[in-house]
């Protein structure tokens, strides 16, 4: 690998940006792909482009292969992913929480518990989940969010959830999502709207939060918005039509 090549990837694992590395194992030459660009020894063609990003967004390294009529091989592309881990933040160390940590683990997900309140907040309620008992305006804005990461505000508490929004609905988070029932967040939309927020940053809000499968008890809606977390991210979007 050239020098250049092995710097700027380095340098985009420091900043925790979703690259492939791709390898013309014919050539040797090597290339970068980002989401929204390319660096790198050689080009790719619109459809060798759009297979290496869906590999990224897959989490999948692995080959890419072209054959002729006669069955041999005319491209062969090693596309190595270096992504940087998925991040769920949960706002409110709450039972939907106590169920929601552990599956987003088991899934890949690293999870940052947030809340203020240290009764809630405890290793004795999430033993090895990371807890930051920081207010979650003043978490959020530190816990540097990007494109790989999931916020979930679950308190019921305007005071501990609206600030939260606030900051994930203004940074690349992937999924933002909100408990409570259509009423209240309406007038979640109200506080939020006189707050500063602008009608395309809340229509990344999902609420309320959650597939409906018919969830009631709390690791069923720690379920049903694992489901949408994972339909949202892997682009089902048959799965997220409501009535």
């Known amino acids: 690998m050239r020098t250049a090549t092995l710097q700027r990837l380095l340098q985009a ?55 002729d009529a006669d069955g041999g091989m005319t491209l062969r592309l090693f596309v190595q992913v270096h ?7 949960l706002v409110g160390a709450v039972h939907i929480a106590q169920h929601l940590a552990p599956m987003a683990a088991m899934l890949g997900y690293g999870v940052t518990v947030v809340d203020p309140r240290g009764a809630f907040a405890s290793e004795g309620r999430f033993p090895g989940v990371e807890l930051d ?5 003043e978490a959020l804005a530190d816990l540097a969010i990007d494109a790989r990461t999931a916020v979930v505000t679950l308190t019921h508490d305007a005071k501990l959830d609206d600030p939260a929004l606030l900051v994930a609905l203004r ?30 940053q809340m229509a ?5 939060v959650g597939l409906d499968i018919g969830a009631v008890s709390p690791a069923e809606i720690a379920l049903s918005v694992l489901a949408e977390i994972t339909a949202v991210r892997r682009n089902g979007r048959i799965l997220l039509h409501r009535d």
Request: net charge neutral; hydrophobic share 35%.
């Open 171 to 200: 940074s690349p988070a992937f999924y933002v999502g909100s408990l409570g029932s259509t009423r209240t967040h309406a007038k979640r939309l109200d506080r939020l709207r006189v707050q500063g927020l602008r009608d395309r």
């Open 13 to 67: 694992r420091a900043d925790k940006e979703p690259v492939a590395l791709v390898t013309d194992l014919t050539t040797g030459l090597q290339t970068l792909v980002f989401p929204d660009r390319v660096e790198g020894g050689f080009g790719l063609s619109p459809a060798h482009l759009e297979a290496v990003r869906d590999r990224i967004a897959d989490d999948a390294s692995g080959l890419i292969e072209e054959e």
């Open 83 to 89: 992504n940087p881990p998925l991040r769920l933040i």
């Open 204 to 208: 990344r809000l999902h609420a309320p």
């Open 133 to 137: 008992t920081r207010w979650p305006d």
